[in-house]
């Protein structure tokens, strides 16, 4: 049981990388807005099913709860709207990787200061070792992408 | 111009993660789906405005567009629902490095042979070690 989730996790990334890369190629034709637009319509019908069968929760209760907590889908937006941007400029990998880098950099601070509640996990050896391979992983798929480049141009 | 596209990328994971951090919360009380529906929906209003003043692109070439093109919005909800499944049975850490992993072994594949409409960049020796990086850096945060 744990194997297979960890397989449809892994499954799980694969289609985030594969959204990015198709949401670039949509932009170059449609539009940065148009196409983050879109993924955010398309992806409201399908979540409106799916909640229908599976749906557990209360989407009501929307009207209770702190409003700070609704403020996150500007966030939703805002990411959206960098990825379609970032893919056609810098490509599938660059992006993703510093995506990935955006996201650990500030969880590691999420952590360290306990924000929205989370458990408060301060920085040590490990994760500051872990922030000097991340810098180290945007300096070699810099590199690796200009090279690319190079020599796909010439 | 370059720099602006990695800035971009980096400003969109930290979103990714504070969005990632108030929506966990968000989630206690109204359920999961139901919040990342709540993402969907109310992100979807707030573009169709940001579109009606600054949409300079062309909408209606989702109509001409092969329909593979239009599967991004479906991928993001595959990404979130599996994600919800699968951390209450293995946890948060094992789920976070399954994904980035499964993200970046199909960044290079993708890239590589140019699929999905993207721009044929070959595996070299930098992107590899990219990935190794990523790799250590993910087993010591987690």
């Known amino acids: 049981m744990g194997f297979l989730m960890i397989l449809s996790t ?42 229908l069968f599976f749906g557990k929760g209360n989407v009501l209760a929307i009207l209770e709860v702190p409003r700070w907590q609704l403020s996150a889908v500007f966030l939703g937006v805002l990411f959206l709207l960098f990825i379609v941007m970032a893919v056609p400029r810098i490509g599938v990998i660059a992006t ?26 301060p920085i040590d050896a490990k994760r500051a070792a872990a922030l000097v391979f991340m810098a180290s992983a945007l300096y070699f798929i810099y590199k690796g992408n200009k090279r690319s480049m190079e020599q796909a141009q010439g | ?17 504070l969005e990632g951090a108030i929506y966990g919360e968000l989630g206690k009380t109204i359920g999961k789906l139901e919040t990342s529906f709540y993402n969907f929906f109310v992100g979807s209003i707030i573009l169709a405005v940001l579109w009606l003043f600054f949409g300079k692109g062309r909408l209606s070439y989702t109509l001409e567009a092969p329909k593979w093109k239009l599967l991004g919005g479906v991928l993001g ?15 948060v850490g094992i789920t976070m490095v ?45």
């Open chain 1, 10 to 51: 892994l499954i799980g990334g694969l289609t985030l990388s594969a959204q990015s890369a198709i949401n670039g190629t949509f932009s170059r034709k449609a539009g940065t807005i148009e196409t983050t637009l879109l993924t955010f319509l398309t992806g409201t019908l399908f979540l409106s099913i799916v909640i």
């Open chain 1, 96 to 121: 993703n990787i510093t995506i990935i880098i955006g996201q650990l950099v500030l969880g590691i601070v999420i952590d360290h200061f306990g924000w929205f509640n989370s458990l408060v996990i």
């Open chain 2, 98 to 142: 399954a994904v980035i992993i499964g993200q970046l072994a199909m960044s290079i594949i993708i890239e590589h042979y140019g699929w999905l409409g993207s721009q044929v960049a070959k595996i070299n020796k930098e992107k590899i070690l990219a990935v190794i990086s990523m790799i250590i850096a993910l087993v010591l945060v987690y």
């Open chain 2, 77 to 91: 909800v595959v990404y979130l629902t599996t994600i919800v499944i699968s951390v209450p049975f293995v946890g």
């Open chain 2, 1 to 17: 111009m370059r720099y602006i596209a990695y800035l971009a990328a980096l400003l969109g994971g930290a979103a990714l993660s």
